[in-house]
């Protein structure tokens, strides 16, 4: 597995987050071909025996997005995780991704038990938004509507009025911005642009940034292009605007994994962490995937997309919590009510979007209360 090694400067959180060197330095080691599949017969009658059901995203290990699948689970982005943890009958959700998604599913599911294999992964936009200081930034602005991205603790989430994923942040922000309402956005500065240029919202936007795809880059990208005439690219908006203009698709991990589906050619290039790349391939696997640049021709990595958090769960660490108990999910009880609520609102309006009912009521003017 190819590392990249950038620190991340922002200090450790009190919860012991760790930074991305440290968190590159705690990746497990791949498992022999026995012993992994020791480790997942273990993990299948572990699952049974606790009533509990694997929620894996995207971006992990191969072996625990197969895992979560074939085990009756699910393999999704992170909108998908917090509704499928919700709805499903099991007594103990396992999170293999990072810390917002466990904590996510612990706000929505307070009487289910929420483990992680890595409990102090975390996500470079959670650390890059301290809910004081984020909080004061609110404060500041009264007059404007709160939406935060998933990617945040649960003490930003609970100074906001709606939580978003890439998912579903353009419906959301268009339906606020239709309904004249100003917008306060955080963290991802990509994304919140990306979210300003396609809706025309009034949006006032923290300066956060996901280390894994601010690193991709327009030159080195168009030089791909060229050497792969036909190939269409497929771009997350968490992505510099530079690269967001070359997409022939833009969208959430599930929207590139539809738009790959839907178009008609042959070859893409995908820029989302490489994680994507197995569920794409293992999907379609007619059709060929190659991995957006983040570096230049001098550098030993030319595509190193892989997050450290998301590289932190393995099949061990899965293992043994499940046998354990340990690295249950906490999430401090006071902020549980009021974090809940724009996560609540969220489902409930792509709820309805998805059946084809009216969203209309589900915007009240939230931003000047
Ligand atoms: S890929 Fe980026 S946004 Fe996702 S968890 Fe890692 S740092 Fe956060």
């Not at 080195?220 to 292009?225: D, F, I, N």
């Not at 309805?352 to 003017?365: E, F, I, K, M, N």
């Amino acid at each position: 597995m190819p590392l990249m090694d950038v620190e991340y400067q922002l200090p450790l959180d009190a919860k012991g987050a760790c930074a991305t060197r440290h968190a590159w330095a705690r990746v497990p080691p791949e498992p022999a071909p026995a012993e992994r599949a020791a480790l997942k017969e273990r993990i299948r009658g572990l699952l049974k025996q606790k009533n509990a059901v694997m929620v894996s995203h995207f971006y992990v290990h191969p072996d625990l997005q197969d895992l979560a699948e074939e085990t009756g689970g699910l393999v999704s982005d992170s909108l998908e995780m917090a509704r499928f943890g919700r709805d499903h009958a099991a007594r103990t959700l396992v999170v293999s991704g990072v810390r917002f998604m466990g904590e996510t599913a612990r706000i929505l599911s307070p009487g289910k038990t929420v483990l992680m294999p890595a409990l102090e992964a975390t996500c470079s936009l959670d650390l890059g938004c301290p809910a004081d200081a984020f909080s004061a930034f609110c404060d500041q602005h009264p007059e404007r509507t709160v939406v935060v991205y998933a990617n945040t603790s649960a003490a930003v989430k609970a100074r906001a009025d709606w939580v978003v994923t890439s998912g579903c942040a353009l419906d959301i922000v268009r339906a606020l911005h239709a309904d004249g309402q100003k917008i306060l956005w955080a963290p991802d500065r990509h994304l919140g642009a990306y979210i300003q240029r396609e809706t025309g919202a009034d949006l006032l936007a923290w300066q956060g940034a996901c280390i894994v795809h601010d690193e991709f880059k327009a030159f080195e990208l168009e030089a791909l292009m060229r050497e792969h005439p036909h190939a269409r690219v497929l771009v997350h908006p968490e992505s510099p605007a530079e690269v967001v203009a070359l997409a022939h698709a833009v969208g959430s991990t599930s929207a590139i994994l539809q738009a790959a589906r839907d178009m008609q050619a042959s070859e893409f290039i995908v820029a989302t962490d490489m994680g994507l790349l197995h569920r794409l391939r293992t999907l379609l696997p007619h059709k060929r995937f190659i991995e957006a640049p983040t570096a230049g021709n001098s550098a030993t990595c030319k595509s190193c997309a892989h997050c450290p958090w998301m590289a932190m769960n393995g099949l061990a660490g899965l293992a043994e919590v499940l046998e354990s108990g340990r690295n249950a999910v906490e999430v401090e009880p006071g902020l549980i009510p009021r974090a809940r609520q724009p996560i609540e609102r969220m489902l409930a309006f792509t709820a309805a979007l998805r059946s084809g009912a009216s969203t209309a009521g589900l915007v009240p003017q939230l931003g000047a209360a």
